[in-house]
């Protein structure tokens, strides 16, 4: 599954899906963001890159710190608290001997409307 996209999903995502549909893109152009709330009312950081849209927790898996000024680079996420790396892909930590996981949503735009979905249960 991919975090990054800009069509309507390719494959259905399986298990029970929670979809929100966020409206016309809150990102703007790339390297816009915008914190959102996923279906269940969480919040979430939406970034515009230059592969598409990504989402992912608001909150950092570290400490729960905010990850409203993080920095999207390519496919890694750097905390702005204390650094930590994450694969905005697969919300794997990129830093050797941390298990710690980003909560990765899938994101599609479709009728010129941004949707999110809720990640499959691990
Ligand atoms: S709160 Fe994000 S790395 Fe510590």
Same mark, same amino acid.
């Given at each position: 599954? %991919?975090?990054?996209?800009?069509? +309507? ?10 979809? #929100? @549909?966020? !409206? ?6 790339? $390297? ?8 269940? !009312? ?6 515009? +890159? ?5 989402? #992912?927790? $608001?909150?950092?898996?570290? *400490? %729960?710190?905010?990850? @409203?000024?993080?920095?999207?680079? $390519?496919? +890694? ?13 697969? !919300?794997?930590? *990129?830093?050797? $001997?941390?298990?710690?996981?980003? +909560? ?19």
């Amino acid at each position: 599954m %991919s975090a990054a996209a800009t069509g +309507t999903p390719a494959e259905p995502p399986a298990g029970p899906v929670w979809v #929100v @549909d966020l !409206g016309p893109d809150p990102t703007g152009r790339v $390297g816009g963001r915008a914190i959102v709330r996923g279906p269940h !009312g969480e919040r979430v950081l939406v970034v515009r +890159t230059r592969r598409g849209v990504v989402a #992912v927790a $608001g909150e950092c898996p570290h *400490r %729960s710190l905010p990850l @409203d000024e993080a920095r999207v680079t $390519g496919r +890694t996420l750097v905390c702005p608290s204390h650094r930590w790396r994450f694969d905005v892909r697969s !919300g794997a930590c *990129r830093d050797r $001997g941390r298990a710690a996981r980003l +909560t990765v949503y899938r994101a599609w735009r479709a009728g010129g409307h941004l949707f999110l979905a809720a990640p499959p249960p691990h």
